[in-house]
């Protein structure tokens, strides 16, 4: 992997693409994206789509299915099928695509990205997260960034936090300045120190399995530990793997994913 951080700035225009709300639950997207809306940019256009409206309003995940779990899409489909297909439309033309989450668990300040592609890195380097996670495509499925040329999903904490909407909001700024469609209105941003994770697949979970209470994301589960209780007895890891989600509500037949770090 090539770890040197070169910031670019593109002397073209580019087309960035900020989506909220592919999760109707998950507000903090709706949030930072008014915030955007009232942004002069100096050059290139951003696009901001509240993906799912519908599910929103009914303070809903999804109305038919997983609308990040829907992608490409059907022009005649399900309603998150046929809204996965038009959203698409957009982000195909971007240059870049943010795609805003929150999380039902401790983790923080998580991008996650599907390829390695030096214009992927340098995108996320920009971003500037604490931690970034390369989920392949076969692992990522049908989820939006696994469709785009050069996207990031941010996972940043819990929906209500503060901490979660200042995080996210300033580091889609902190990109907006190194792409030079802002001006860099604060001192330089300091580039932070990234853990660089790598999901390798998912921890399965059956219906009663609880999770163990000491746990936590990005804290090292050892082969040989204990890290879930299913029927009375231990689940045993056979494996040295980070878990990432790990505890996620919204998952309802995994733990999370299981990951290696560089
Ligand atoms: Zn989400």
């Known amino acids: 992997m090539d770890y040197k951080i070169k910031f670019f700035s593109s002397d073209k225009k580019p087309i960035v693409v900020v989506v909220g709300c592919l999760h109707g639950d998950e507000l903090v997207g709706k949030k930072i994206i008014f915030r955007l809306r009232k942004i002069k940019l100096k050059k290139g256009t951003l696009i901001t789509i509240i993906a799912n ?37 957009i982000t195909k033309k971007a240059d870049f695509v943010l795609d805003i989450h929150s999380a039902t668990t401790d983790v923080k300040d998580l991008a996650i990205i599907t390829k390695t592609k030096k214009a992927v890195l340098n995108f996320v380097y920009a971003i500037n997260p604490r931690r ?21 999903s941010l996972e940043y904490g819990k929906d209500n936090s503060r ?29 932070r120190k990234i853990d660089f994770y790598e999901i390798k697949g998912v921890a399965k979970k059956e219906k009663n399995d609880v999770l163990k209470k000491n746990i936590k994301n990005f804290k090292l589960i050892k082969k040989g ?29 995994i733990f999370g994913f299981k990951a290696t770090k560089e």
């Open 163 to 191: 901490a979660t909407y200042k995080n996210t909001f300033s580091s889609i700024i902190s990109f907006l300045e190194k792409e030079k469609m802002i001006d860099a209105k604060n001192k330089k941003r300091e580039q």
């Open 53 to 89: 409206e519908k599910a929103v309003k009914q303070r809903k995940r999804f109305i038919d299915q997983d609308l990040n779990r829907s992608f490409p899409g059907k022009r005649n489909g399900n309603y998150e099928e046929i809204l996965a297909y038009n959203i698409l439309k």
């Open 225 to 253: 530990e204990i890290f879930a209780i299913r029927n009375n007895k231990g689940m045993v890891s056979k494996e040295n793997f980070y878990p990432i989600l790990f505890g996620e509500e919204a998952y309802g037949d």
């Open 132 to 152: 970034i996670a390369l989920m392949k495509k076969d692992i990522a499925g049908k989820s939006l960034i696994g469709y785009c040329k050069t996207a990031v």
